[in-house]
């Protein structure tokens, strides 16, 4: 059996992926999120960096990027139940009591509609926090597709713009513009790995 080459240094950055742009390495209609990286990091020792999970084109906030497979398993597994934090903008404003409610029924875990490749699924029980009327703060353990979107529509109400602003231990480093990104230190790669096994 080959195997695969296991590259000799260990990569880890933090993106502040921008609006518009795809977790793809290659795409015909839109700009990737690897176009900011200079042509040799795109490739160490022959293994290629990928991102840790994905958002989609029109969400944008913290995004990892690795050369380490069994790093980004780990925070992508639903099992290690990861906390993923969104800043969300809702179309239509959600009275106090209706406020209340979204909470209740997000964090008994709502059946998520079926949207494109997903069926209809259930969802794990979420967090909500609310800003104002049409601004509010979710928490998932989950990666299903579209789920933050599908959360909302399944309460009568509409994402109109998404931020994921932390990922387990990790927020998103306020200093970084939108597809700009650096190295994670040492300590917030192993705060990572600590949100696992905690």
Same mark, same amino acid.
């Given at each position: 059996?080959?195997?695969?080459?296991?590259? @000799?240094?260990?990569?880890?950055?933090?993106? !502040?992926?921008?609006? $518009? *742009?795809? %977790?793809?390495?290659? +795409?015909?209609?839109?700009? *990737?999120?690897?176009?900011?990286?200079?042509?040799?990091? /795109? !490739?160490?020792? $022959?293994?290629?960096?990928?991102?840790? $999970?994905?958002?989609?084109?029109? *969400?944008?906030?913290?995004?990892?990027?690795? =050369?380490?497979?069994k790093f980004s398993d780990f925070l992508s597994r639903p099992v290690n139940k990861i906390q993923k934090t969104y800043l969300v903008t809702l179309k239509n404003c959600v009275?106090?009591?209706?406020? /209340?409610?979204?909470?209740?029924?997000?964090?008994?875990g709502l059946s998520l509609p079926a949207e494109k490749k997903a069926p209809v699924q259930q969802a794990n029980p979420a967090s &909500?926090?609310? &800003?104002? +009327?049409?601004? %509010?703060? &979710? @928490?998932? *353990?989950e990666g299903k597709f579209h789920e933050v979107k599908r959360i909302f529509r399944a309460l009568g109400n509409e994402v109109i713009a998404l931020k994921r602003v932390s990922f387990g231990s990790l927020e998103l480093d306020a200093s970084l513009a939108p597809g700009q990104y650096r190295n994670l230190t040492e300590n917030e790669? !192993? /705060?990572?790995? =600590? !949100?696992i096994f905690c």
């Open positions: 059996m080959r195997h695969k080459k296991q590259p @000799s240094k260990y990569y880890y950055f933090m993106m !502040n992926k921008a609006s $518009g *742009t795809v %977790c793809s390495t290659v +795409s015909d209609r839109r700009h *990737t999120v690897y176009e900011v990286f200079p042509a040799g990091e /795109l !490739n160490v020792d $022959g293994v290629k960096l990928h991102t840790v $999970g994905r958002l989609d084109a029109d *969400t944008e906030g913290l995004l990892l990027l690795t =050369n380490d497979g009275s106090i009591d209706a406020q /209340l409610e979204y909470k209740s029924l997000a964090s008994a &909500i926090e609310w &800003i104002d +009327s049409t601004k %509010c703060r &979710i @928490s998932v *353990t790669v !192993n /705060l990572l790995y =600590n !949100n």
